[in-house]
């Protein structure tokens, strides 16, 4: 599986934007980037993913850069519910392959 | 949608049992993984299925652990006999397949062997 570098952790106040960058430097064409966080005490919960263009949702953006390598999560308006651990995954889809690979992903801390 | 649903959300178990762990996945999902995490290993992939059949079991730490998928509807993990470096939190998840997005994560199983 493609390997991903990811800052052990980032610290944000609350109610200001948050980015979260990943690089990815081996990705492959058809790897997805996908990001998942983890809040304290529960399962990962599906955050976005994209291929190649920026992505919106109601939780966050992603950015991905030109060439691929990077990826940035953004956190428009951060809460303190969003304190969590921040996983970045690439899903390689052209062999099938459906497994997702957690890295030690980027501990978040939003201060009030 | 009730979601991913586990059972037990706690399990404290003594060495050398047997231990069970069950996990409903959301209907119409037709791929479901197990899931470890331990402060050390972090988030580590056990085994998946797609339609009830075991795909990859790479993950499976030792031949004590096996995973099931009788039907859609129901998945099981067993350790037996557990030991005490099986304590942690187990995920079941499930997702819809290529292109639905992600994988949606049950609450876990807190496994502690004494």
């Known amino acids: 599986d493609a390997k991903t570098t990811q800052p052990n952790s980032m610290e944000s106040n609350e109610e200001e934007p948050v980015h979260l960058p990943c690089n990815h430097s081996?990705?492959?064409?058809?790897?997805?980037i996908h990001w998942y966080r983890q809040l304290p005490s529960q399962g990962p919960e599906y955050v976005i993913h994209?291929?190649?263009s920026n992505v919106n949702n109601r939780m966050a953006s992603l950015a991905i850069a030109e060439d691929r390598k990077s990826s940035t999560l953004i956190l428009h308006r951060a809460t303190l519910r969003d304190a969590a651990v921040y996983y970045c995954?690439?899903?390689?889809?052209?062999?099938?392959?459906?497994?997702?690979?957690f890295g030690q992903g980027t501990r978040l801390t939003i201060n009030p | 949608d009730a979601g991913v649903i586990q059972s037990p959300r706690h399990e404290v178990t003594e060495m050398g049992q047997e231990v069970t762990l069950r996990c409903k996945p959301i209907?119409?999902?037709?791929?479901l993984f197990w899931y470890r995490q331990t402060m050390m290993r972090g988030l580590e992939l056990l085994i998946y299925?797609?339609?009830?059949?075991?795909?990859?079991d790479s993950g499976m730490p030792e031949d004590r652990f096996s995973a099931k998928m009788p039907n859609a509807s129901f998945s099981t993990l067993k350790i037996q006999p557990s030991e005490p470096r099986d304590s942690a939190v187990y995920f079941c998840?499930?997702?819809?397949?290529?292109?639905?997005?992600?994988?949606?994560f049950g609450s876990g199983t807190r496994l502690t062997v004494v």
């Open positions: 998840a499930t997702s819809g397949g290529l292109g639905l997005g992600g994988y949606t």
């Open positions: 081996t990705i492959s064409g058809t790897d997805y």
């Open positions: 994209g291929l190649t």
């Open positions: 995954i690439l899903r390689d889809t052209d062999q099938g392959a459906q497994k997702l690979v």
């Open positions: 209907s119409g999902h037709d791929y």
């Open positions: 299925f797609n339609n009830n059949v075991p795909i990859d």
